[in-house]
């Protein structure tokens, strides 16, 4: 079954006992186009939150105000007007599709090759009236990651919406929050600190092996809202969890702005998994349109012997900007970075990690996957820091490129900082072209060269997919394949 | 079944079979000898529908079709088989899935619903171990860090599950020892039947001694310049091909 059904099977489950989402038969309320500490006081107050999480977020934005969209990346964009976007939910589009047959064919012909039911598929188009029927799996903006509450329950550990972590755990989400990733670390995160409508918060207590992988997925699916979503999960000492972010299935969209703020803090002897697959709408043949995601995710490895590992499948988005990094301040700690990256047509993915080394023994292991295909640029940026105090680090990176059209473009940036001489820092990279040999020698067995790319293509990938849970595992395969369709020349 | 007339075809501009004739019936095994660069492997990447190689003049019919309207996985789903001369290294993709999904493309061109996981997994074990293939072969990435003779034999073992109606075999028998070739020549064989083709390109007679030839054609710059018996793979072993031809 694919994620995305089960996930909605479990949410359609439960639909009678969840009483903190929003119904479908209240019209969905926004605040003003554009940002000012007014329409922060709006959200704030719509979600019913406690002043110290008002007082956060007017912080936020105050130092927000006073700072620069980075620049840095490889990124190209129209600039964004933040007075142009709604920062909390939106007015309903007058001009849904009525029906499927409405619905860009392009779009649905992808929808059946990943086996979406046709009732998901109307929801997934945003066709009319689809989204009342799937109640409960309302995507915008309130999140209904609360499936399976009380088995979890039962093993101590805490999943729900951080608008509610808020008020049932205020003690946990204030003690916790902007820990790993400051309100004035960067740009975007400072803008999500002050707006960010929902997300998960996961807390694992001392010894807990979570029961089961914690999947959520956040969909974008009003026009013109910028999502800025806020995940927050905790493992106590000698604890596991694995989370699942994301849906293979890709959304109607019109250019929106994603900021999400992840933070992971793992303590002694705790590990943290944390599982992507990311496929936002990438925009048209053209490059017109698609979402812009700005996103800021970082672990901090607090205890001794802790462990984060980061897998990601990124395929969708016309920006990407994203660097899931591991602050290693535990001695012995662990961090892991596997990612396979995605360009086609005009996309950009500006993509890749940092690991600080702090603590003593500390190790990282990097494996980056990009494939760029059409007249997409594929940059692969990432820092490996390791601090004097730090004795004994090893670190691994391996960074390989594939470029599928002649084109494109594979960049690989890494920065390596090393204040430690006893470090053990070893960095491969290679870049290739996907081979005609390769190519005719699959397609003589039978394979159409969409099969044929997409076998080559996973079998590059196959050191990142490893790492995925078994079912999104193979989702993703099938997403390569999707989303590299017509790619080659 | 294969019929080709007056084939001429270029690679990068360049000119490589130059009028080639060749008509091959079901049940018949044709050997195709000569000296490196006379266009065997051209021939034989001709057929399977290579990109690139450009037909410039003639026609290639099979089976009644046209051949050359076909794309190269529609060939494959028709029923015709390339052996490589170099098979290609797929890292990360496993034979057995490699294998799975070309037998199922197969079938699927065919109207045919997929092989089950147990159904195919049964299948291939028992062609590997006809062919004396290692079964953890199987489990490896499709021809990574495979030996020369390993390789040619993974070739044999896919022709024997796809199991096609002409099978051009490009060099098969190149840089195998004796034990490997035997192997080799017992595949071949094997596929023999009243209604399979094969067609056998090579530059020595060696093969021939295990693999017995209903026709040898020698091939000289880019056309067929003789055809006879399998008497004529032993004189050309002796005189040589300027002689003979």
Known sequence: MAATTETKQQVEDMAGEYKYGFTTDVEMEMAPKGLSEDVIRFISAKKDEPEWMLEWRLKAYRAWLKMEEPDW???????????????????????????????????????????????????????????????????????VATTFREELSKAGVIFMSISEAVKEHPDLVRKYLGTVVPQRDNYFAALNCAVFSDGTFVYIPKGVRCPMELSTYFRINAENTGQFERTLIVAEEGSYVSYLEGCTAPMRDENQLHAAVVELIT???????????????????????????????????????????????????AVTWKYPSCILAGDNSVGEFYSVAVTNNYQQADTGTKMIHMGKNTSSTIISKGISAGKSHNTYRGLVKVLSGADDVRNYTQCDSLLVSSECGAHTVPYIEVRNPSAQIEHEATTSKISDDQLFYCRARGFDEEEAVAMIVNGFCKEVMQHLPMEFAVEAQKLLGISLEGSVG | MLNIKDLHVHVDGTEIIKGLNLEVNAG???????????????????????????????????????????????????GIFLGFQYPVEIPGVSNLNFMRTALNSIRRYNGLDDMSAAEFMKLIRTKAAALKMDPEMLKRFVN??????????????????????????????????????????????????????????????????????????????????????????AELEEKGYAEVA
């Open chain 2, 28 to 78: 018949e095994v044709h050997a195709i000898m000569g000296l490196n660069g006379a266009g065997k492997s051209t021939l034989a990447n001709t057929i399977a529908g290579r990109d690139d190689y450009e037909v410039s003049q003639g026609t290639i019919t099979y089976a009644g079709k046209n051949l050359l309207d076909l794309e190269p996985h529609e060939r494959v789903g028709e």
């Open chain 2, 144 to 233: 990574v860090g495979f030996s020369g003779g390993e390789k040619k034999r993974n070739e044999m073992v896919q022709m024997s599950l796809l199991d096609p109606k002409l099978a051009v075999l490009d060099e098969t028998d190149s840089g195998l020892d004796i034990d490997a070739l035997k192997i080799v020549a017992e595949g071949i064989n094997a596929q023999r039947g009243d209604d399979t083709a094969i067609l056998l390109i090579t530059h020595y007679q060696r093969l021939l001694d295990y693999v017995q030839p209903d026709v040898v054609h020698v091939m000289i710059d880019g056309k067929i310049v003789k055809s006879g018996g399998k008497e004529l793979a």
């Open chain 1, 73 to 143: 990346a490889k990124i190209d964009y129209p600039k964004i007007d933040y007075n142009d976007i709604y920062f909390y939910a939106a007015p309903k589009s007058q001009d849904k599709p009525k029906s499927l047959d409405e619905v860009d064919p392009e779009l649905l012909r992808m929808y059946e090759k990943l086996g979406i039911p046709l009732r998901e598929q109307e929801v997934l188009a945003g066709v009319e009236g689809a989204a009342k029927v799937a109640v409960d799996a309302v995507f915008d903006s309130v999140s």
């Open chain 1, 267 to 317: 303590m002694d002897d705790a590990e943290i998994k944390y599982s992507t697959v990311q496929n936002w709408y990438p925009g048209d043949k053209d490059g017109k349109g698609g979402i812009y995601n700005f996103v800021t995710k970082r672990a901090l490895c607090k205890g001794n012997n802790s462990k984060v590992s980061w897998t990601q499948v990124e395929t969708g988005s």
